[in-house]
């Protein structure tokens, strides 16, 4: 059977950690937390996974905790969404990061940042229930494109989609919200019901085709992309791709799922949250292979992962130098690596 082994715990944070986000290329991890800090992780030798550092420490921009940090496309960027409302851009110029702009707009807390797959635009979204969407422009400057403001409720996150610039968002409402681009405006393409709670976190696969969402009611959803004139008949309206849960995961975690992530090596799912267990789940080919009702099975489960903690965050390796690792954050304020040993 597939375990979880821990490579290495990582101490500096003073406050609950909120979010784990690895460089695109680079062994290199941000954390983001409520001691108003990001921290970047490195280990000490690429050929010893279990000695790190921490190699900077990101500070004074903001006032309030930081919940959301992001990496952009190339790496040379980092982006915090905090509670005081604003989001930094990080550049790293002369051996130094430093804040090279600050975005305002947002009335509350901002939950979630995130870049596209181009970089050529961010998102935010923030307990004010609205999704902001950004142009990235020379000379570290952003323009608003759009405030979307069709969510009811505080929302909880955005993804990209992992190569279009279609937007998902995740609230307090109970729904997923698809974003899209039409001649310079944005519209919500389509709204994804289902949960009986709040969803705390979504992410897509590789091919963008399938979403996985966590939420408050215990379970996990798998959501796929239907177009239109589809061969399954699935009904699409105004000409949009239309999303339907194809699996609900439940029985798992007996808590609030806080986070999800999809790999983009392995194709697994990383589950954390208020039960302090880390779950990993892998579609059982052999026991269907029907695209329309797959089955994932839970392979490898690590109970007290961060002791009596909940646990925030989980994100795994984005590329296949080490596309077995994955990180996880808590309110321990520890952040901690580990390898998934199949």
């Not at 292979?289 to 007290?304: R, V």
Request: charged share 25%; with cysteine; proline share 3%.
């Amino acid at each position: 059977m597939p375990r979880l082994e821990l490579l290495a715990t990582l101490e500096g944070h003073q406050d609950r950690v909120w979010q784990a986000s690895w460089h695109p290329s680079k062994t290199l991890l941000a954390t983001c937390s409520g001691d108003k800090t990001v921290r970047l992780w490195a280990p000490l030798s690429l050929t010893d996974p279990t000695q790190w550092q921490c190699v900077e420490t990101l500070e004074g921009a903001h006032k309030r905790t930081i919940r959301s940090v992001a990496w952009s496309n190339t790496g040379n960027e980092l982006a915090t969404a905090s509670f005081d409302a604003t989001t930094g851009i990080w550049e790293y110029d002369r051996d130094n990061w430093e804040c090279a702009a600050t975005l305002e707009g947002h009335e509350n807390e901002i939950k979630s940042v995130a870049w596209s797959a181009t970089g050529a635009l961010l998102a935010t979204c923030s307990r004010d229930k609205s999704v902001w969407i950004w142009e990235v422009e020379a000379d570290n400057d952003f323009e608003c494109l759009s405030v979307l403001q069709e969510h009811t409720q505080d929302v909880k996150m955005v993804v990209w989609h992992p190569k279009l610039e279609i937007l998902a968002s995740a609230s307090y409402d109970d729904t997923i919200k698809i974003w899209k681009e039409d001649e310079d405006d944005w519209y919500c393409a389509d709204t994804l019901t289902g949960h009986q709670s709040t969803v705390w976190s979504i992410d897509f696969d590789a091919s963008g085709e399938h979403l996985v969402s966590a939420s408050d009611d215990e379970t996990l959803r798998i959501w796929k992309m239907y177009k239109p004139n589809n061969p399954q008949g699935i009904p699409t309206h105004n000409g949009e791709e239309t999303w339907k849960t194809i699996c609900t995961l439940s029985g798992y975690h007996n808590r609030c799922v806080y986070s999800v992530s999809w790999s983009k090596v392995n194709g697994y799912i990383a589950s954390v949250g208020g039960d302090n267990s880390v779950r990993i789940f892998a579609k059982d080919v052999e026991a269907t292979e029907d695209e329309e009702s797959p089955i994932y099975k839970n392979i490898a489960t690590e109970q007290d992962a961060h002791g009596v903690y909940d646990i925030n965050g989980v994100s795994w390796f984005p590329n296949k130098t080490h596309g077995d690792w994955l990180a996880t954050v808590g309110d321990d304020g520890m952040v901690r690596i580990w390898r998934l040993i199949e």
